[in-house]
Structures are given as structure tokens and as C-alpha cells.
């Protein structure tokens, strides 16, 4: 059963840094790409960054460039988003997602899904995990 776990949530001081993980079982994530989404209390869900497994591309909200990056381990089935600079206005419910290949058949092999920022174009949610700014 292919699915995502979260983790590294925490509560942090502003200008504190966290580092979250998705880790990922029952796949292996070449040419998927995970996405990172947040979510605050009383607020729609957010687009954080996205990476494109195997070729390394990313995306990043405006709001995050400079301050968070996104990473896949080297040997493991993992994605992490390393938060730095972190303020108040960050605290959410942070989840990964992750957006499945497309199989070429004429070619008999899968093409790398494209990172991007939209929600619907993820298929398979974790739980969330909490980060919670403040002083």
C-alpha cells in the first residue's frame, strides 16, 4: 500500500528552524513528485514547495524562497523541507503529497511527474504533521 508519513513537526521560536520528513513505503518515489502543503487554522490549504524526484527540479511559494528547502535523501525514500528564519504566520499543518509517474508505453517506462503547486494534482496525502511558531 503506497502511502506517506510525516514527521518533525514541533513547536519553535521565531526565527527558529525545523526539519520536516515524508517518508514514503510501499513505492519507491523515482519520478513521482511530493509536494509540500500547509494548512492554518481558519484558512485554505497552502501550496509550500514541490520537488520532481528525478530530475531535481523544485518550486517554492514566494513567501518561502530563501528560507525553506526541499531535499530527497540520498538512501533513503524520504523528502525533507528544511525551515529556516521561521515565523508566527508558519504555523499550519504542514503535509506531503505525492504525484504518481505517467507510464510512456510506447517507450515502456514511466515519465517524471512535473512538480507543481496545485493540490489537486496529488494523489496520496499524509496525516500532517504540526509546526507551531511562536515565542
Known amino acids: 500500500q503506497m502511502q506517506v508519513v510525516e514527521s518533525g513537526g514541533g513547536l519553535v521560536q521565531p526565527g527558529?528552524?525545523?526539519?520536516?520528513?515524508c517518508a514514503a513505503s510501499g513505492f519507491h518515489l523515482d519520478y513521482y513528485a511530493v509536494g509540500w502543503f500547509r494548512q492554518a487554522p481558519g484558512q485554505g490549504p497552502?501550496?509550500?514547495?514541490c520537488i520532481s524526484i528525478s530530475d531535481g527540479k523544485t518550486l517554492y511559494a514566494d513567501s518561502m524562497k530563501g528560507r525553506f528547502t526541499i531535499s530527497r535523501g540520498i538512501d533513503d525514500n524520504t523528502v525533507y523541507l528544511e525551515m529556516h528564519s521561521l515565523k508566527p504566520e508558519d504555523t499550519a499543518m504542514y503535509y506531503c503529497a505525492i504525484r504518481k509517474p505517467f507510464w510512456i508505453q510506447d517507450l515502456n517506462r514511466p515519465e517524471q511527474a512535473p512538480c507543481v503547486m496545485s493540490q489537486d494534482s496529488y494523489e496520496v496525502w499524509g496525516q500532517g504533521t504540526q509546526v507551531t511558531v511562536s515565542s
Open 16 to 21: 527558529g528552524s525545523l526539519r520536516l520528513s
Open 46 to 49: 497552502e501550496g509550500v514547495s
